[in-house]
């Protein structure tokens, strides 16, 4: 029992999504239309890419390159400005929640050693906003995105024009919110005290250009759900193990969640009414309740309106800490690091991420739509 608790409570999403799909099973009973409901594409894209990024984690790449570039600051105000863009630029290359993961305990080395951990809840919070709105500009930087890119055979370049602007936008308010930052000078050594492992690197940066080829659908899914996979098993078997299959299992139950409700003539009605008044507006405010990744696989049912879409659901994962999983992982490391803190951790959040929504939600309402 223990266990199972322990699980739920690291799996909170997931534990939800699995309800919410078993209580529409209820009103739409099992059947093999069931099958209709899986993006397959997007559940393998989403596999391989994270396996490849975790192989390149057990290998220290992105901690090795993240130190070399903190090493090349000098300033607290600086030093946050280097560690919300390398959360930033690595949520557009390797998602939002793997960036997290990969990027704030470096956060947290750098404000240890140098006795600055005051600002670690600020710290956190801009990675974590960084980390949701970095990833907006690619269709593999956010799991929704990566649904909707598939769903409505979004152009590439198309996708990227639309995200552009509001990308641009996050850009400038983070870089403002560092300035919070005080300029004291730092010191830090960054040393690893290891090497980068040449052959590895060079194989899994193939393997992960090959699964950026695979999302651009350059290369066929399935080929990459085939070749990928083994040559990890091979090369970096524990990397298999490290994929976050949660993420995975929340994906399948929001796709029975979503197209059971899909087929609720009266939900269709209703969902289908909210999203005529303001497709921007409802998709960001449903994230706040149920998060950016379910809001994009419910919503994509009931409109064929995938520029507003998109940008509600990227705009949306700021806001409350439940409106995107990035959110959570940062709320849990926090809690982890500093569990009296929690409560100003969390007040400290709310505005900001608040900010972040009420601005960007009001700037793409007026002039990116």
Known sequence: MQKVLRFVKKNV???????????????????????????FRTLACLFITLAVVCALRQIRFFAILARRIVQMTGSLRMLALALVYITFIGSMIIANDMALITFLPLGYFALSVTNNEKYAALLFILQNISANLGGMLTP?????NLYLYSYFSIPTMEFMAIMLPPFILAVVLLT???????KTSLSVDTELGVKLDVKKTVLYLTLFAVSILIVFRIVPWQAGLVVIPL??????REALYM??????????????FSGNLSQIPAVNSFAASLLEKSTLLVTAASCQFISNVPS????????????ELLLGVNIGGAG?????????????????????????YIKLFTALNAFFLVVMTAVAYFFFI
């Open 296 to 307: 994009a696989i419910l919503l994509s049912h009931f409109t064929d309106n995938y520029r």
């Open 176 to 182: 403002l919110c560092c300035l919070f930052f005080p």
């Open 140 to 144: 593999f930087g956010n799991p929704q």
């Open 231 to 236: 040559v990890l098993w091979f090369a970096e």
């Open 13 to 39: 999403v997931l534990t939800v999504a699995a309800v919410a799909a078993l209580i529409t099973c209820f009103f739409v009973p099992p059947s093999a239309e069931y099958i209709s409901y899986f993006d």
């Open 243 to 256: 994929v976050d299959y949660p993420l995975l299992g929340t994906f399948v139950m929001f796709f029975i």
């Open 320 to 344: 409350t800490p439940i409106a995107s999983l990035a959110s959570l992982i940062t709320l849990s490391e926090f809690r982890l690091l500093y569990p009296e803190k929690t409560g100003s």
